[in-house]
């Protein structure tokens, strides 16, 4: 019988039996040996057996590729019994007889974190039973094991950095189910001014603070952040080192420890605990898990302040793949200002639209439009970039690009004709590959002349855009150009220096809509 095994030899190992016929492998539903692993499409790769028991195996345009023996699939292979293929990173053998892999004679041991999380989870639960009873702490992990296992909890609980102040406020809740406290704060320094700010997250018993909630002593933040260390106040009322600390007298503080928010050499804020009522509550023991605690809620604030500047740029480099090839973002990269200012410039810019699309879609179901714009978009574009031309927008069906924004080359003009003949061989070879749609063809227009270009938009939608007539009047020359024709204005030819790359027939004059006399156009014959 033959059969295919997924993850051979592992715990999820799977056994498939090939039936006579087409066996689809993938993630989707539809498939007949689905793998819910992210690596494989939803129809990645098909095996069909036939009645004589040969089997081929062949890849059905997967994102991440089809591999046998570690080479991957161009064209469809038979396969031999107990060959090895893998569909991105999940790996099947194929079989004819009875077929597993020994498990290891190692034995790795697993362990659950589930006791940790039921610690952490109690400490939670008691601190807050007890902080709405006015009660005091909860029992405590008393030996190292014990605290280290809390602490373990923490760093798991600041792992994602998703959203930064929930976790941090589950840290704050620790603190509070581990220390005998009435208030315990995050304090970050202000990056502008230098200054201690409000409290980014904050915990407090209410029951026992009347109206002194949110007032910290800045004596007690300087003196830990001056010297980079965490201090306990035993009795802070009547620390001398805190002399003059009104907010103390003002709120009573009897007991408090900061700890300095220091991920690297600098200090971003404090967190800080107190108890108003009880003298020399906290010991040093208390300081140094307070202490741990800072490393970790610094780390993790650092991580998300991290993490959200990969987003913006990430977000930003998305926003640059879209209009600019990667020589040109490599320079914006280093110059962000070039798209944010707008300048004067001269561009070539090209119109490049479907002929006949009207006719055409109205002929296609609109899943069927959708699928020859998905392929035609890709193909022009990836020209543009290779050209090191900047894409604008795509119309409906047409495409406008620009050369000369946001730099501009002396070579501009040359490069958007020679994308022009690019698009229409390119286009060619697609409309012969669209066997099941009518025949695909374009027509082309470009122009040369001086436009405004940068950013338009809003904050949450930005467009980089070239606005002038230039581009305008190559959306008209566009217009004047048939089906596989490309049309050029005067200004681009000027602009070629010297003989066309191209014949060149023409001029022609054609009336088009904003101009009072007909303008001169030049077809291109690109397919000598």
């Known amino acids: 019988m033959a059969r295919v095994i997924a993850n051979p030899g592992h715990r999820d190992e799977r056994v498939h039996e090939l039936a006579v016929g087409v066996t689809v492998i993938g993630r989707g539903r539809e498939s007949q040996i689905r793998v819910t692993n992210k690596s494989l499409s939803r129809q990645h790769a098909s095996l069909e057996r036939e009645a004589s028991g040969r089997v081929t195996i062949k890849d059905v345009g997967s994102k991440n590729g089809t591999f046998v023996e570690g080479r991957r699939l161009d064209r469809p292979q038979e396969l031999e019994d107990g060959q090895h293929f893998s569909c991105g990173d999940v790996v099947f053998v194929y079989s004819l007889a009875e077929y597993s892999v020994a498990p290891p004679e190692s034995f790795v041991r697993e362990i659950s974190t589930e006791a940790t999380r039921v610690l952490v989870n109690d400490l939670l639960t008691q601190a807050r039973n007890r902080r709405s009873s006015g009660l005091g702490r909860p029992r405590l992990p008393k030996t190292a094991e014990g605290r280290l296992q809390v602490l373990l909890e923490v760093a798991r609980l600041l792992s994602s950095p998703e959203d930064i102040e929930g976790q941090l406020r589950k840290i704050l809740d620790l603190v509070f189910s581990i220390l005998d406290i009435d208030r315990v704060a995050l304090i970050m320094i202000d990056e502008d001014t230098g200054e201690f700010g409000p409290p980014i997250v904050e915990s407090r018993r209410e029951a026992t603070l009347g109206e002194t909630s949110g007032t910290y002593s800045r004596h007690i933040l300087n003196y830990v952040r001056e010297r980079s260390v965490a201090a306990l106040f035993s009795d802070a009322a009547a620390d001398p080192r805190l002399d003059g600390a009104q907010s103390i007298q003002l709120t009573s503080v009897r007991s408090s420890m900061c700890a300095p928010l220091k991920p690297h050499d600098a200090i971003m804020g404090v967190l800080y605990v107190d108890n108003l009522t009880i003298p020399a509550v906290f010991t040093s023991e208390d300081l140094e898990l307070l202490s741990a605690f800072a490393a970790q809620a610094a780390i993790a604030i650092e991580n998300s302040r991290l993490y959200q500047r990969l987003q913006d740029e990430a977000v930003a480099r998305s926003n640059l793949l879209r209009f600019f090839p990667p020589t040109t973002i490599a320079q914006l990269r280093k110059n962000p200002r070039l798209t944010a200012e707008v300048i004067d410039t001269e561009v070539t810019a090209l119109f490049c639209d479907i002929s006949g699309f009207t006719q055409m879609s109205a002929q ?28 604008e927008k795509y119309i409906g069906d047409a495409m406008l690009a620009v050369w000369g924004a946001p730099f501009r080359r002396v070579d501009d003009a040359k490069r958007a004709v020679q994308a022009a003949v690019d698009m229409q061989e390119a286009i060619t070879k697609l409309s012969l590959e669209l066997t099941n749609f009518p025949p695909l063809r374009v027509h082309i227009g470009l122009n040369t002349g001086r436009v405004a270009a940068g950013n338009i938009g809003s904050d949450h939608y930005l467009q980089y855009a070239t606005i002038g007539d230039a581009t305008n009047l190559a959306s008209r020359i566009c217009s004047a150009a048939g089906p596989g024709e490309i049309a050029i204005g005067v200004a681009t030819l000027e602009r070629l220096g010297g003989p066309p790359p191209f014949p060149i027939d023409g001029p022609e004059f054609h009336e088009v809509r904003g101009r009072d006399q007909p303008i001169a156009v030049y077809k291109l014959r690109w397919d000598n």
């Open 364 to 391: 296609m179901q609109p899943r069927d439009v959708m699928e020859v714009l998905n392929r035609y978009f890709p193909v022009v574009t990836e020209i543009v970039f290779d050209h090191e031309g900047t894409l």
